[in-house]
Antibody
């Protein structure tokens, strides 16, 4: 069973930063582009960022541009998300998701269970 | 960004009913429209890709249709386990977007 496990969430102070990780298993991670998506409490899904399978192409949502960096280490089967200048509006469950065939122009066919980031003093 | 508007935002229905959820795009997206199911406290699950392609393992009572700007997700013979929030998502542009969701409550 294809598996994605996020980690790195927790309570972060306003203005702080966080690094989230997403560990992939049971599929060839280096073959697949990946995404980050978040969901604020009681709200809908918001796409944040995309990275191609080899890490050369990246896209970010305008809402977080400049504060977010997506990266990956294919030797460790791990995806990362670095966010800085956090505010209460960044409080959300953060999901990593695998992109199907077609890269960014494809459905998100596998999702992790999510990791909660709470921005609070 | 391409805006996706889902309707209804919520509905209450009964086991055995047929439910039709709609998703309207702000501009034509061909058939680059996917549907996800999310149950409380769980990650979203891909149900349908490219407007009408049912994912492996998804019950055949789920079906999708549409192209251009108007899309539908139909759930036939609703089961209790279908109570969830359903999201559409476009992958036509390099900035994917999601609709606001349709919450289906089983009476």
């Amino acid at each position: 069973q294809v598996h994605l496990v996020e980690s790195g969430g927790g309570v972060v102070q306003p203005g702080g930063s966080v690094r989230l990780s997403c560990a992939a298993s049971r599929f060839t991670f280096s073959d697949y582009p990946m995404h980050w998506v978040r969901q604020a409490p009681g709200k809908g899904l918001e796409w944040l960022s995309f990275i191609s399978n080899d890490g050369t192409n990246k896209y970010n949502a305008d809402s977080v541009r400049g504060r977010l960096t997506i990266s990956r280490d294919n030797s460790k089967n791990t995806l990362y998300l670095d966010m800085n200048s956090l505010s209460a509006e960044d409080t959300a469950v953060y999901y990593c998701a695998r992109s199907g065939v077609g890269g960014i122009f494809a459905a998100f066919d596998v999702w992790g269970q999510g990791t909660l980031v709470t921005v609070s003093s | 960004d391409i805006l996706l508007t889902q309707s209804p935002s919520s509905l209450s229905t009964s086991v055995g009913d047929t439910v039709t959820l709609t998703c309207r795009a702000g501009r034509s997206i061909s058939t680059s429209l996917n549907w996800y199911q999310q149950k409380p406290g769980k990650a979203p699950k891909l149900l349908i890709s490219a407007a009408s392609n049912l994912q492996s393992g998804v019950p055949s009572r789920f079906s999708g249709s549409g192209s251009g700007t108007d899309f539908t997700l139909t759930i036939s013979s609703l089961q209790r386990e279908d109570g969830a929030t359903y999201y559409c998502q476009q992958c036509y542009s390099s900035r994917p977007t999601f609709g606001g969701g349709s919450k289906v409550e089983i009476k």
